[in-house]
Nanobody, 124 residues
Framework: QVQLVESGGGLVQAGGSLRLSCAAS????????MGWFRQAPGKEREFVAA????????DYADSVKGRFTISRDNAKNTMYLQMNSLKPEDTAVYYC?????????????????WGQGTLVTVSS
């Protein structure tokens, strides 16, 4: 089974950029659809973005569309989230997730595997 470890979180000023990484163990990474979710303090976890196993198809929450870009490198067993034009409301713990189903279903919020999360703080 795939195990996931996020990195790249930190403190950034509004308008800045960060790139999150999600490193996966196991030899079946390329067979999983992958996604990013986030949970802000006092709020429920929400969908951010998803990518198909091949990387050809992506899906974004409206709140991040045009600012965030999800990508993956199957040769490196790694998924990325490039976050630009960050806003204070993007502050949250960001989780990567994996599922053997369709990438478009990840936004429903029930992937098989979760990472431990990485904190992103955007100051105003």
């Amino acid at each position: 089974q795939v195990q996931l470890v996020e990195s790249g979180g930190g403190l950034v000023q509004a308008g800045g950029s960060l790139r999150l990484s999600c490193a996966a163990s196991g030899r079946t990474f390329s067979s999983y659809a992958m996604g990013w979710f986030r949970q802000a303090p006092g709020k429920e976890r929400e969908f951010v973005a998803a990518i198909s196993w091949s990387g050809s198809n992506t899906d974004y929450a409206d709140s991040v569309k045009g600012r965030f870009t999800i990508s993956r490198d199957n040769a490196k067993n790694t998924m990325y989230l490039q976050m630009n034009s960050l806003k204070p409301e993007d502050t949250a713990v960001y989780y990567c997730a994996a599922d053997r189903g369709r990438y478009m279903d990840l936004r429903e919020g029930y992937p098989e595997i979760w990472g431990q999360g990485t904190l992103v703080t955007v100051s105003s």
